[in-house]
Nanobody, 123 residues
């Protein structure tokens, strides 16, 4: 009963910007962390950025200085601001969340994935 809904993907030229959003809904007691991963054709899925409930962030070296992850705890939403986009950033971007669904059962803590949103950087 947990859903992650992503939006904001699209086609942009090199040097352009996009802002991705991911909203978590459903049976949620607590969200410990949320993040973004990406997967290009023929490649393995890789970490892009993560943010914890307390605001600690982590980025892949390839996006440091260009991407910024942020969150809105009240809305159970995470954002990814992507600037100075490069063709190498082209991939399907997936939202991930570390969620506990019940306050009485810690075993309900699991990772959840969104459906993915396509980001294409091309001239």
């Amino acid at each position: 009963q947990v859903q992650l809904v992503e939006s904001g993907g699209g086609l942009v030229q090199p040097g352009g910007s996009l802002r991705l959003s991911c909203a978590a809904s459903g049976s949620i007691f607590s969200i410990f962390a949320m993040g973004w991963y990406r997967q290009a054709p023929g490649k393995q899925r890789e970490l892009v950025a993560t943010i914890t409930k307390t605001g600690n962030t982590d980025y892949a070296d390839s996006v440091k200085g260009r991407f910024t992850i942020s969150g809105d705890n009240a809305k159970n939403t995470v954002y990814l601001q992507m600037n100075s986009l490069e063709p190498e950033d082209t991939a399907v971007y997936y939202c991930n969340a570390d969620i506990q669904r019940s306050y009485s059962t810690y075993s309900t803590r699991s990772n959840y994935w969104g459906q993915g949103t396509q980001v294409t950087v091309s001239s």
